[in-house]
């Protein structure tokens, strides 16, 4: 069966919707000889900026000379996006090997999407032989598919309310979830800054028995923020490094992975060379629209804010690199599930004009929900559009500063459609 037929039978599995549980996963793996047992592991979970730490780490351990599995999701485009051996997205073929097996046994057990994709994905790595992996949790962590692993270093970027519905309903509540990575003789870094929370996570990774637990010690020293969305940055060594990625909670994100590399200095230890290397070559794993520039004149920003927390953060990366008085043609789009309300009011100074859509899942919230709640917000000038590419088209053909955020299936629809346009104004 071609690769397309066995990824559209992937999807099908949608339909089970999300089932938080160990039970099946470790079913799948066992069937596969437990592959996720022959390599060593940092796992990453948190609210927000675990997508950016992992590929970070991945990048520079990479530089160091070590054989690295990332494994991220959502996927922007494709669904090997996911999957990477050092930078390079599996391939059909792999997939295609694979595949047909582990769907009719998920179809037996009843297995999700996202359990399937990680069985595959911890196979495909024991197949590479690789060093390490660097695994991004799904959603919250004591029973995302994922964390079957028996990591070196656990990492928890930051609490924020997303996900209530299946991970609860109050910031403890969410914490305690994602404090479920960790595991007895493990590193643990706590990237929670407001204290009580980060007291309570750092007290619940002792109570699982992590050997070590970390709190970053200090933040990076800012040299330049660029309005072409570059960092300048020296690290505590006194070394330069250019992080290609905007605002202080890249920054943050980075001054954890500086925790990890002490926790995995025995094992795995990469130097300042390799770090800065990997930040140059970022774009190459894959990592992409988070608040990322397209094009200068007028600018085209890209970025998966998918939450509050997201949205918060990018306003104030707006503000550092010089576009505080901006006003933006947004894109947006959003899953019914989120807090679109408290979004669309961070949203709303940084707006000229709202182009409202939704993308091609069931997930998302509908075109006119979502204007609705705009209007409640205050939002004068909103234009409903039919899809994601129609509303991306209209807003370029203004001419003017263009933002395009929200959920990860909003900017897998936006990004080649902009990029082509990108490419035909010749910037």
């Known amino acids: 069966m071609e690769t397309q037929a066995l990824l559209q039978r992937l999807f099908q599995l949608h339909r089970f919707g999300i089932r938080p549980g160990l039970e099946r996963i470790e079913a799948l793996l066992s069937r596969l000889g437990n592959p996720h047992h022959r390599y060593p592991a940092i796992h990453v979970t948190g609210t927000n900026g675990k997508g950016s730490v992992c590929t970070m780490l991945a990048a520079a351990l990479h530089a160091q000379g070590y054989r690295v599995g990332l494994y991220t999701s959502p996927h922007l485009q494709h669904f090997a996006e996911r999957i990477r051996i050092d930078t390079r997205p599996v391939s059909d073929t792999e997939i295609a090997a694979l595949l047909p097996w582990l769907l009719q046994e998920a179809e037996h057990i009843g297995a999700t999407f996202f359990e399937v994709s990680t069985a595959l994905a911890f196979a495909l790595f024991a197949e590479h032989a690789i060093d390490i992996a660097v695994v991004e949790v799904g959603m919250g962590g004591r029973y995302d598919a994922t964390n079957v692993v028996l990591p070196l270093v656990a990492v928890i970027t930051s609490i924020d309310l997303d996900h209530q519905q299946w991970l609860g309903k109050t910031l403890e509540a969410i914490a305690w979830q994602k404090v479920g990575i960790v595991k007895p003789g493990c590193g643990a870094v706590i990237g929670e800054r407001r204290p009580e929370l980060r007291h309570l996570l750092c007290r619940w990774a002792g109570e699982a028995g992590a050997r070590t637990v970390v709190f970053p010690c200090q933040e990076l020293e800012l040299l330049c923020a660029s309005p072409e969305l570059h960092q300048h940055l020296c690290l ?79 306003h104030r990366t707006l503000l550092e690199h010089g576009y505080g008085s901006t006003r933006w043609n947004v894109v947006f789009g959003a899953m019914a599930d989120k807090d679109v309300a408290t979004m669309l009011r961070f949203l709303h100074p940084l707006t000229r004009r709202l182009f409202a859509c939704a993308p091609q899942t069931e997930r998302a919230l509908a075109v006119e929900l979502l204007t609705e709640h705009a209007r409640q917000e205050g939002f004068a000038h909103i234009v409903q559009a039919s899809s994601v590419a129609e509303a991306v088209r209209q807003a370029w053909q203004l001419g003017e500063a263009l933002l395009i955020v929200g959920s990860f299936y909003l900017l897998g629809e936006a990004l080649p459609v902009v990029e082509e346009l990108c490419r035909g104004s010749g910037q």
């Not at 943050?252 to 094992?267: G, M, P, T, Y």
């Not at 520039?293 to 509050?308: G, S």
């Open 236 to 314: 505590p060594s006194g070394m330069q490094v250019v992080l290609p990625l905007a605002g202080e909670h890249q920054r943050w994100n980075l001054a954890l992975v500086l925790a990890v590399r002490e926790l995995l200095a025995a094992d795995f230890p990469f130097s300042d060379a390799a770090l800065a290397e990997g930040l140059c070559r970022l774009r190459s794993w894959g990592l992409r629209a988070r608040c990322e520039l397209l094009q200068v004149h007028p600018p085209v920003l890209l970025d998966v804010a998918h939450n509050p927390a997201g949205i918060a953060a990018l």
